[in-house]
């Protein structure tokens, strides 16, 4: 692979990684309820949703989904149902300001068995992911060299790139939790951060293949 190929691939997932989604906020959440060392175990769920998936997409799982409707609608409902399901959480807990590290509105409870697992099923719960990269990364594949090699480093490539989103989201969470000291701050925090969740629920369950 041509490095100016790397280098365009690589400013491209920058710019669309940079974009807050449901792993974004969900990184951003745990940081703000737990801090930033509880919020790793949420970015490791979620970077291994997100390698799981691009791998099965480049395996051939999007062209399966995009010929299979029905099966892409079942996945589209359940992703949904899990993302408003976690907004609902979120709203539950706006009245439990105890039950943490602070006083800050979160997820309940800090175990990195539950972090990770929340956090890989917030990443996989979206079928459209597999879609985009099947329509994405081969763009930047040389058809003319070995495919595999290419894949492993655009799929690292792809996972760094999170990566650093995903600590910067959780800095500014930490950050963002010093100006939510009294109790009507929080709870409208955690309104918000709910209704965001649902939001993205809605758009994935109005997604088409």
């Given at each position: 692979m041509a490095f100016h190929t790397w280098f365009l691939f690589a400013a491209t997932a920058f710019v669309l990684s940079a974009m807050p989604g449901p792993n974004m906020m969900h990184v951003m959440l745990v940081s703000v309820r737990h801090g930033v060392a509880c919020s790793v175990a949420v970015m490791a769920g979620c970077m291994l949703a997100i390698v799981l998936v691009v791998a099965a997409s480049l395996g051939g799982m999007a062209g399966v989904l995009a010929a299979s409707p029905g099966l892409f609608a079942m996945l589209r409902v359940?992703?949904?149902?899990?993302?408003?399901?976690?907004?609902?959480?979120?709203?539950?807990?706006?009245?439990?300001?105890?039950?943490?590290?602070?006083?800050?509105?979160?997820?309940p409870g800090a175990s990195t068995r539950d972090l990770f697992r929340d956090g890989f099923l917030t990443g996989i719960s979206n079928p459209k992911l597999l879609l985009f990269a099947a329509a994405f990364i081969p763009q930047f594949v040389n058809p003319m060299a070995a495919r595999m090699p290419q894949y492993g480093l655009l799929i690292g490539t792809f996972a760094g790139v999170e990566a650093f989103w995903y600590a910067l989201y959780a800095t500014g969470g930490r950050v963002l939790s010093t100006w939510l000291r009294t109790p009507r701050v929080q709870k409208i925090f955690a309104l918000v951060s709910g209704a965001v969740f649902m939001g993205f629920g809605g758009m994935l369950l109005m997604a088409r293949v």
């Amino acid at each position: 692979m041509a490095f100016h190929t790397w280098f365009l691939f690589a400013a491209t997932a920058f710019v669309l990684s940079a974009m807050p989604g449901p792993n974004m906020m969900h990184v951003m959440l745990v940081s703000v309820r737990h801090g930033v060392a509880c919020s790793v175990a949420v970015m490791a769920g979620c970077m291994l949703a997100i390698v799981l998936v691009v791998a099965a997409s480049l395996g051939g799982m999007a062209g399966v989904l995009a010929a299979s409707p029905g099966l892409f609608a079942m996945l589209r409902v359940v992703g949904a149902a899990y993302l408003v399901f976690l907004g609902v959480r979120v709203w539950m807990a706006r009245n439990a300001g105890h039950a943490g590290t602070d006083n800050t509105p979160g997820l309940p409870g800090a175990s990195t068995r539950d972090l990770f697992r929340d956090g890989f099923l917030t990443g996989i719960s979206n079928p459209k992911l597999l879609l985009f990269a099947a329509a994405f990364i081969p763009q930047f594949v040389n058809p003319m060299a070995a495919r595999m090699p290419q894949y492993g480093l655009l799929i690292g490539t792809f996972a760094g790139v999170e990566a650093f989103w995903y600590a910067l989201y959780a800095t500014g969470g930490r950050v963002l939790s010093t100006w939510l000291r009294t109790p009507r701050v929080q709870k409208i925090f955690a309104l918000v951060s709910g209704a965001v969740f649902m939001g993205f629920g809605g758009m994935l369950l109005m997604a088409r293949v």
